[in-house]
T-cell receptor, first 111, second 111 residues
Framework: GQNIDQPTEMTATEGAIVQINCTYQ??????LFWYQQHAGEAPTFLSY????GLEEKGRFSSFLSRSKGYSYLLLKELQMKDSASYLC????????????FGTGTRLKVLA | EPEVTQTPSHQVTQMGQEVILRCVPI?????FYWYRQILGQKVEFLVS????????KSEIFDDQFSVERPDGSNFTLKIRSTKLEDSAMYFC?????????FGPGTRLLVL
């Protein structure tokens, strides 16, 4: 089957660094995506990994290891506005590019 | 910056009624998608659409659901006879290739 696992909740302090992990088992692999979702709003695109390694984008970085079926999202210099759910999604194959989503990790940033 | 738009933002309907959810994808995008998110649950893939036809659909997307691109800009999801369990947020997304951009969603409540 297809499965994507993430922790349900995490808490961190303003200014700190947090790492949100994602493990996946899918029938194919055409890329892994991280989205941010504030309550009641649409997912907004953060990052995309298709090759192993680290992709850095400002305060956000994402890492992928295809052999381990593992990714993480690293958020640095946390701000209160980073309190949101972070969704890990895998596109199992090209052609349709559909996503399979994990349940999301609800991050709470405390002052 | 171009974005995906969806109407209406909220829809309340009676069980058994038909609803049509509308989306305007980003204009140069080629792939279109519908997802749903039941309150408190993960985002689930419904259907993908490319070159004027369905390219993939999930088990959720049964005979009660249909999609259409009636003109060069709109992309619609029709639910023929709504059930209580269709109550959810419905997101439209579009992409050039793998990275999808989501609309703000339509919150559907079936009474």
């Amino acid at each position: 089957g297809q499965n994507i696992d993430q922790p349900t909740e995490m808490t961190a302090t303003e200014g700190a660094i947090v790492q949100i992990n994602c493990t996946y088992q899918t029938s194919g692999f055409n890329g892994l995506f991280w989205y941010q979702q504030h309550a009641g709003e649409a997912p907004t695109f953060l990052s995309y990994n298709v090759l192993d390694g680290l992709e850095e984008k400002g305060r956000f970085s994402s890492f992928l290891s295809r052999s381990k079926g593992y990714s993480y999202l690293l958020l640095k210099e946390l701000q209160m506005k980073d309190s949101a759910s972070y969704l890990c999604a895998v596109s199992p194959r090209g052609g349709t590019y559909k996503y399979i989503f994990g349940t999301g990790t609800r991050l709470k940033v405390l002052a | 910056e171009p974005e995906v738009t969806q109407t209406p933002s909220h829809q309340v309907t009676q069980m058994g009624q038909e609803v049509i959810l509308r989306c305007v994808p980003i204009s140069n995008h080629l792939y279109f998608y519908w997802y749903r998110q039941i309150l408190g649950q993960k985002v689930e893939f419904l259907v993908s659409f490319y070159n004027n036809e369905i390219s993939e659909k999930s088990e959720i997307f049964d005979d009660q659901f249909s999609v259409e691109r009636p003109d060069g800009s709109n992309f619609t999801l029709k639910i023929r006879s709504t059930k209580l369990e269709d109550s959810a947020m419905y997101f439209c997304a579009s992409s050039v290739e793998a990275t999808q951009y989501f609309g703000p969603g339509t919150r559907l409540l079936v009474l």
